[in-house]
T-cell receptor
Framework: NAGVTQTPKFQVLKTGQSMTLQCAQD?????MYWYRQDPGMGLRLIYYSASEGTTDKGEVPNGYNVSRLNKREFSLRLESAAPSQTSVYFC???????????FGQGTRLTVV | GESVGLHLPTLSVQEGDNSIINCAYS??????FIWYKQESGKGPQFIID?????DKRQGQRVTVLLNKTVKHLSLQIAATQPGDSAVYFCAENRDTGTASKLTFGTGTRLQVTL
């Protein structure tokens, strides 16, 4: 049981480049989330998907888009990367809204 | 607005002692709280949770206390071990029935000395 799997683990982008962070969970969870974590700060919610077919903005959605491809997969896209998006990105899932969230190992993204 | 904060950014304890990590929250509508442990280079890992209809919940070597009157949450770790060294986050969740929006504090680093 892999839990929450994120790819890639590391990525370096040039300013203006685009990329998609992939996330998949094998726990049959309904809800999925994307967070970013900056040094000295807690995790901040970017976007979430309460259930398949729905997505909503979190605390810091600007510069990002998401797609809930199916129940298992929830991707995060950076259309035009900026240095301010340098961060560690975590995907998480929970069985239902309001339940304990399980996190992936993170994607360390550097934008130069 | 909504916020979750911690009183101490770094806590240093000796192996075998008990650790207490504190957390303040400001949203009185929050009904569910979680403590996470994050080791270096890893994602947060669930430790223990508590719902607002409880004051105390115990796990293996860990206890979470909730004081709704002063909006305060604490995590107690008994007989702290070197493997407990990590950053600990409290998270606050308001169950709207449609989504879980965990709001995290900035974290407390626990250092266990030998």
């Amino acid at each position: 049981n892999a839990g929450v799997t994120q790819t890639p683990k590391f990525q370096v982008l040039k300013t203006g480049q685009s990329m998609t962070l992939q996330c998949a969970q094998d726990m049959n969870h309904n809800s999925m989330y994307w967070y970013r974590q900056d040094p000295g700060m807690g995790l901040r919610l970017i976007y979430y998907s309460a259930s398949e077919g729905t997505t909503d903005k979190g605390e810091v959605p600007n510069g990002y888009n998401v797609s809930r491809l199916n129940k298992r997969e929830f991707s995060l896209r950076l259309e035009s990367a900026a240095p301010s998006q340098t961060s560690v990105y975590f995907c998480a899932s929970s069985e239902r809204a309001g339940a304990e969230a399980f996190f992936g190992q993170g994607t360390r993204l550097t934008v130069v | 607005g909504e916020s979750v904060g911690l009183h101490l950014p770094t806590l240093s304890v000796q192996e075998g002692d008990n650790s207490i990590i504190n957390c303040a929250y400001s949203n009185s509508a929050s009904d569910y709280f979680i403590w996470y442990k994050q080791e270096s280079g890893k994602g947060p890992q669930f430790i223990i949770d508590i719902r607002s209809n409880m004051d105390k919940r115990q796990g293996q070597r860990v206890t979470v206390l909730l004081n709704k009157t002063v909006k305060h949450l604490s995590l107690q770790i008994a007989a702290t071990q070197p493997g407990d060294s990590a950053v600990y986050f409290c998270a606050e969740n308001r169950d709207t029935g449609t989504a879980s929006k965990l709001t995290f504090g900035t974290g407390t680093r626990l250092q266990v000395t030998l």
